[in-house]
């Protein structure tokens, strides 16, 4: 019974994305001070999206209801991955830290699949 989920902090695709969340925020540190309200802006908003969604999808009753939310989790998780390639691409993060970021979010997405399967 040490399994049992009691909390939304217990989910596995929670932590790993509350991992990433935290990733994300510390290599925009980083990132030039005119991306303040574009890149830097939206990496912090997807992000954040996937583990909130993950949570409110928790909270809620329905199947359909915790579906909606763990599928909106899944688009932020792509919208993360996107722009994780550009600030590769832009030379924002370095190969290390896009390889780090990389690996986390898909671990994290296919994760959030796996909430998905647990309530059909």
Sequence with gaps: MGNEI???TDLNAWKRNHELVL???KATEKFPK???YGMISQLKRASSSITANITEGWGRYHF???NRFYYQARGSSTEVQSFIILASDLNYIDADNYKQLKIKSFEGFKLINGLNL???
């Design 6 to 8: 009691k909390h939304f």
């Design 23 to 25: 990733m994300i925020y």
């Design 34 to 36: 005119d991306e303040k």
């Design 64 to 66: 359909a209801d915790k």
């Design 118 to 120: 647990l309530i059909l």
